[in-house]
């Protein structure tokens, strides 16, 4: 989150926006100065693709 709170500082924000999809909710993440859109959980894997490819980035949490 910090990395990305660093992009909403800059001054390329505005031409960002961050898609979360899985089941965290807008409360469960802070103002990081970026338009973010949540999608909620994504069972179809035609549209998860979509998801994907439509991004420039993905960032994924791990466990480690």
């Not at 660093?6 to 970026?34: C, E, M, N």
């Not at 859109?37 to 466990?63: E, Q």
């Amino acid at each position: 989150l910090s990395a990305l709170k660093l992009l909403g500082k800059t001054s390329r924000a505005d031409d960002l926006l961050l898609v979360v999809f899985g089941d965290l909710q807008p409360d469960d993440i802070p103002d990081l100065g970026i338009e973010t859109r949540f999608v909620g959980y994504v069972k179809d894997n035609d549209r998860l693709s979509l998801l994907y490819s439509a991004a420039d980035i993905a960032v994924m949490p791990s466990l480690r």
